[in-house]
């Protein structure tokens, strides 16, 4: 399976991003799907996920200002980024799971600066 994602780029403090990761088969066979970032000089760190059924979780540091959706139809999962902050500046990536296997695609780049 491939994973593309995209959306990434400048942003002021402030203000939204939209991710889009686009998987090469239905996201329907996945249990979930992740987010994760990467900031330098950092350990990679888990973002958000949106399980098969819809339920969501996120990351403490990133609740209610980051927004996980998906269209099934499309095979593309979604990063909403709201409110950024210099710190959420990192590499994103997006991940597939099923069973005890995984996917990641190639990352995005968030920046972060005024």
């Known amino acids: 399976v491939q994973l593309q994602a995209s959306g990434g780029g400048l942003v002021q403090p402030g203000g939204s991003l939209r991710l889009s990761c686009v998987v090469s088969e239905s996201i329907r066979n996945f249990n979930y799907m992740s987010w994760y970032r990467q900031a330098p000089g950092k350990e990679r760190e888990w973002v958000a996920r949106?399980?098969?059924?819809?339920?969501?979780d996120y990351a403490d540091s990133v609740k209610g200002r980051f927004s996980i959706s998906r269209n099934s139809a499309r095979n593309t999962v979604y990063l909403q980024m709201n409110s950024l902050k210099p710190e959420d500046a990192a590499v994103y990536y997006c991940r597939a799971i099923k069973g005890v296997t995984s996917s990641w695609g190639q990352g995005t780049l968030v920046t972060v600066s005024s």
């Open positions: 949106i399980y098969g059924g819809g339920t969501t």
